[in-house]
């Protein structure tokens, strides 16, 4: 039975109080899962144009925390709603559990909120940073703006509608680095003369975001691949001589496929070191969902990452057409290790949806899951578990042929420039797919064959 923390439901979060998501085009979130801070026009608000203490006591931040002492559901969150109606524990229920488990008192967050008038007195003590799209692999459910592999793949990339920049994809390194550190870029920066985004900017990083580094207590990395971002160290540093390391959190979300061991012996200073790794599937899916990652290096880093002193060890796999039949599989994985996954379901593009699946598919991936809840060991499993299993029963029998062919057109073109083909891979699927009618094809849309 979940804690008490978990069963609020008043629509209060606390990361309004104390979190930003910073997105690597300069724009700003409530956290990971909201829509972005805007104007009272809509427009976005962005790095380039506002401080941060500027985005964070505007009218838009202010509003938000409002609602929230007023038990409003403010729309910037629909995503836990649509995760909490399900029955499921969302990221606000998390955090309000975190900060409750801490000693934190949301009644008393609430009144100074109201004698603030809903703003804050100091800066986020929390940040995430999405500092790029600098990555080593072109995973099949990511984007060119989370990684620089897939910006140079012009197949990948006609799927996103834009084309192959061959300037661009000729200056990336080994792990698809640009080194143009001075790429042009229309920004506040730019004009104080640097020309820098500001996730290479160390001015703006160090002397400005992370200045008062004795109020960060948690910060998490993620990109791209936080472990080939060339200004993961200069942070690390800068907070472990400048702040308070022993009271930082200091988050990662990597793919798992490299260990510096430079960087994690630095990282010992820390209170914390959370490690976030994205699994989607085990062996042969974990090598094509993740290309061209391989399973047995990620196991091997898997390991590693578990021996470190004073780490909290995640797996993030998301659920997606993929491996929603296979879910269950990653889950007990995590229950075997004690491994707490954390996970969301895949919102975009939508072909890849799980419930783009046809209806027998989806009904044996959802009685797959139930029976993982049925034996989970750990309830919150469990609970993951169900939430998904809902979100496919709830389709009935629907078949969406349009979505259908637009995933066998994507999954053919990508497979052209693998090593792995989803019929190998996923023969179950085609055959669950065949008995309702829709008979997996080979035709091409963006790819030579």
Known sequence: MPSAEFLMQDNFCVLPWQHLT????????????????????????????????????GGFMRAIRAAMVQ?????????????EDRGGISRRLEMNGAFAR?????????????????????????????????????????????SSKIAADPVHLR??????????????????????????????????????????????????????????????????????IRMLGPIVEHLASMGRPELVTMGLTTNGTRFDSALMARLERFGLISISVSIDGLGPMFDYIRYPGKWSEVLANLERYAALPKVMLSIVPTFHIYNALHFADVLRFCEARNIRPI?????????????????????????????????ARVPLNGMLANTFAQ????????????????????????????????????PEVIELMAADGVIWNEALRHAAA
Not at 35 to 49: A, F, N
Request: charged share 25%; with cysteine.
């Open 22 to 57: 910073l997105q690597d085009d300069g724009t700003t979130q409530l956290c990971c899962q909201s829509t972005q801070v805007e104007d009272i026009d809509g427009k976005p608000l962005s790095l380039y144009e506002q401080s941060i203490a500027e985005i964070w006591n």
């Open 102 to 146: 801490a000693g934190g008192l949301i009644a008393q967050l609430k009144a100074e909120a109201v004698r603030e008038e809903f703003a804050c007195p100091s800066l986020p003590v929390d940040y995430q940073l999405n500092m790029g799209n600098a990555c080593n692999l072109k995973c099949r459910t990511c984007s060119s703006g989370s």
């Open 343 to 375: 996970s969301n379901p895949l919102w975009t593009p939508h072909q890849l949806r799980a419930e783009v699946l046809p209806p027998r598919a989806r009904r044996e991936a959802a009685q797959r899951l139930r029976a993982f809840s049925a034996s």
């Open 391 to 426: 979100q496919l029963e709830d389709q009935g029998d629907a078949i969406d042929h349009a979505a259908l062919e637009e995933f066998m057109l994507y999954t053919n073109d990508l497979d052209q420039g693998r090593s792995l083909r989803f019929r190998d891979v996923c």
């Open 159 to 228: 799927w996103e509608g834009k084309t192959l920049n061959m300037a661009a994809a000729a200056r990336q390194d080994a792990y698809g680095i640009d080194d143009n550190d001075a790429a042009p870029c229309v920004t506040r920066a730019n004009r104080l003369g640097r020309g820098l985004p500001w996730y290479k900017d160390a001015d703006f990083l160090l002397g400005e975001l992370l200045a008062d580094a004795q109020r960060i207590r948690a910060l998490q990395i993620i990109g791209g691949e936080p472990l080939v």
């Open 71 to 83: 038990g409003v559901r403010v729309r910037s969150c629909t995503k836990c709603w649509e995760v």
